[in-house]
């Protein structure tokens, strides 16, 4: 066992470690990274599947997300527009297609008008949230108590207009059934993206992506890092002592330990998703409410689908490749060619209760199933891609699940104030307990940006020379 001793170690080589640790070195202390998997990036991974440049993981960016748009300037990354000229399809609960320009679906003029009326009270209350702190709202323990999907219930007799607006938190955000979170977390979910309007507009939410793609960020914060950053090396243990300690007398405030290294520090940030937290033993344990919040929240599912083909052949029919529909298996799917790449790609979304219903069939009819309901937005000729890659993280020791992780129902009013909370000397980042930017890579790096700067207030310069 290798011994290494450092100012602050940091569990985690996701955007949000990543950040912290920079941050930390810029005001020149020490830092050992200690990551689990053998790359950087967490849920930012580019892939190469059969010759065809794949974002796993996370790839948008929104204009109004600054922090990452400031790294990305920092790192020098391009970016470049999404895909959207033409019209964009959507298939009713007949199964009829319609095309359409604009935010709101082709739906019958009555259904219309409740999902503007809808929309106007979310936007409504969304106002009144601040993301920081949605415990704080007046109201926050009612709308705690019921399901977003009840709560639509209870605005809309209107079937169409509750799907589409549920989706946009439920299949496309949260990655959970409408009945399995409540109207206060979908109310943040909207409050972190500034308006429910915002996540409603697919032009904001998923409005550009870098050139070689989003993992490029970890990838460039970790080159700067250089050897601070230690792959492979998952954290099993995590010793700390509630007293605070300078380290003269050979004890540490933590210990983080893996299978071949123990790393010594005076504090520690666990840069992973809080439904990872209780898969390190601590020593001593973590107090009680530690060991109760984590068990009120769980990561969502989604598959991201991903279908290349020669070329972009649903442009050539005028379509914008931007197809919703509640009532198909891929719920959303998007135009996603790759930067100056002549093929084309689209990318679709299978979530929740309708993964894990193709999970339970074989991977080739899955793949049918998967690419029969892209046919149904785009032709027959989506049935035959050239590459079919379907992003599973449920299956990722170090992720399980997609997008991230939302509190159960009730959950966010008990427990959301003690998420960051830190303990002795280990604080918390994630960006599944970011406020703005929340489950986005904006709030992963607000998050390491957050805890940094906590480090830094807490220790005076000169208490870090070791
Ligand atoms: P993240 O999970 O990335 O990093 C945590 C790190 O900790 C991982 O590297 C993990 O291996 C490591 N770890 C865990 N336990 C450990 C242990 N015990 N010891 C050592 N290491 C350990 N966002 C966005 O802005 N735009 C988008 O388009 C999308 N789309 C999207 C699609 C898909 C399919 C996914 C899965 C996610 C997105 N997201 C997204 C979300 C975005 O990717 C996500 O919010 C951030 O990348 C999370 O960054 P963090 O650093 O907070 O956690």
Request: contains cysteine; hydrophobic residues 40%; aromatic residues 8%.
């Amino acid at each position: 066992m290798q011994r290494i001793d450092t100012d602050v170690v940091i569990v985690g080589a996701g955007a949000a470690g990543l950040t912290a640790a920079t941050e930390l070195v810029k005001a020149g202390r020490d830092v050992v990274v200690l990551e689990a998997r053998d790359r950087v990036g967490g849920r930012l991974w580019t892939g190469d599947v059969d010759g065809a440049m794949l974002e796993i993981g996370g790839q948008w960016v929104s204009p109004d997300q600054d922090a990452l748009i400031e790294t990305l300037d920092e790192l020098g990354l391009e970016t470049y527009p999404r895909y959207r000229d033409g019209v964009n399809v959507y298939i009713g609960p007949g199964g009829e297609l319609k095309k359409f320009e604009g935010d709101i679906f082709p739906v019958p003029p009555a259904t219309e008008q409740e999902i503007v009326t809808l929309i106007e009270k979310l936007d409504a209350l969304v106002a009144e949230i601040d993301p920081e702190e949605p415990w704080a709202h007046p109201q926050a323990k009612d709308l705690d108590e019921i399901s977003f999907a009840r709560w639509l219930e209870t605005q809309t007799d209107d079937d169409e207009a509750r799907e589409n607006v549920g989706m946009f938190i439920a299949g496309a955000m949260l990655t959970k059934p409408a009945h399995a979170f409540s109207a206060l977390q979908a109310l943040l979910m909207a409050a972190s993206a500034g308006s429910f309007s915002n996540l409603v507009d697919a032009d904001f939410i998923l409005d550009r992506r870098v050139v070689g793609g989003l993992q490029l960020v970890p990838l460039g914060l970790a080159e700067r890092l250089g050897d601070r950053v230690r792959l492979g090396q998952p954290v099993r243990t995590l010793r700390w002592s509630i007293e605070p300690t300078d380290g003269a007398d050979g004890a540490s405030a933590v210990v983080a330990v893996t299978d071949e290294l123990e790393v010594h520090a005076r504090q520690a940030i666990l840069a992973i998703p809080p439904v990872l937290v209780n898969r390190i033993s601590y020593e001593p344990p973590l107090p009680r409410r530690q060991h109760q919040l984590h068990q009120h929240l769980s990561m969502g599912f989604v598959i991201k689908v991903h279908a290349v083909y020669d070329t972009p052949f649903w442009r050539e029919q005028g379509l914008s490749g931007t197809a919703f529909s509640p009532w198909e298996l891929v719920h959303e799917a998007y135009d996603n060619s790759n930067h100056g790449d002549p093929r084309g790609t689209l990318v679709g979304f299978v979530a929740d209760e309708a993964a894990d219903g193709v999970f339970q069939l074989s991977a080739e009819e899955r793949k049918a199933a998967i690419l029969e309901s892209m046919s149904h937005y785009y032709g027959e000729q989506a049935k035959h891609p050239v590459v079919y890659y379907e992003s599973d993280w449920g299956s990722e020791e170090w992720t399980r699940g997609a997008y991230a992780a939302s509190f159960d129902m009730g959950g966010l009013a008990r427990y959301g104030a003690d998420l960051r909370t830190p303990v002795g000397p280990i604080r918390f980042a994630c960006s599944d307990m970011a406020g703005k930017g929340y489950q986005h890579v904006d709030g992963a790096i607000r998050m390491g940006r957050l805890v940094a700067a906590q480090i830094l207030e807490a220790e005076p310069v000169e208490a870090t020379a070791r």
